[in-house]
């Protein structure tokens, strides 16, 4: 192990120690030096997911447009430094109001989010057992409207 991966991991421990809200300092960290990147090669289907322990990166395209992958899509977003990110809540109940309360806490703590939610939706998991997304499954159904919603949002951000 180099030394800054140790004093990384020394640091993170010392962090665990401290009470955040007393320091004003809340944070996360899911695991030490997380490796997770867009697919190398190219990928079947709309979906993609990469594991790190309790971490998970998923990816769901448009079927039209497909999974970025490769040197290129990789190279633009280490060119583009960093990045702009936005919070996109997802897998919300769709009763109850835990959105609404978490969505109030990321904006009290500065972060952006996007305006719609993606709610725990039947549709979502029975196109996954299908190898399709819900838009394919359901092209009409709630959870097909949230994703083209979010789509359309992200595409007009570009």
Do not use: C, W
């Not at 990147?37 to 998970?56: A, D, I, S």
């Not at 809540?89 to 969505?103: D, F, K, L, W, Y």
């Not at 990321?106 to 838009?135: C, W």
Request: proline share 5%; charged share 20%; no cysteine.
């Amino acid at each position: 192990m180099t030394k800054s991966i140790d004093a990384l991991i020394n640091q993170a421990l010392a962090i665990e120690n401290e009470q955040a809200q007393e320091v004003g300092a809340l944070g996360f960290m899911a695991r030490a030096m997380v490796q997770a990147t867009l697919p190398h090669r190219k990928v079947e289907g709309t979906f993609f997911e990469r594991k790190n322990g309790n971490f998970t990166l998923s990816m769901q395209a448009h079927p039209s447009i497909g999974l970025p992958y490769g040197s290129v899509p990789r190279l633009l977003l280490d060119i583009a430094g960093k990045p702009k990110s936005l919070v996109v809540i997802n897998r919300a109940p769709t009763q109850g109001s835990r959105h609404e309360v978490a969505r109030n806490e990321l904006v009290r703590l500065g972060y952006k989010l996007v305006p719609m939610v993606i709610f725990q939706r039947a549709a979502h998991g029975d196109a996954s057992n299908l190898g399709q997304t819900a838009s394919e499954y359901e092209p009409k159904g709630k959870a097909a409207q949230e994703m083209d919603a979010l789509y359309t949002y992200i595409i007009s951000k570009l």
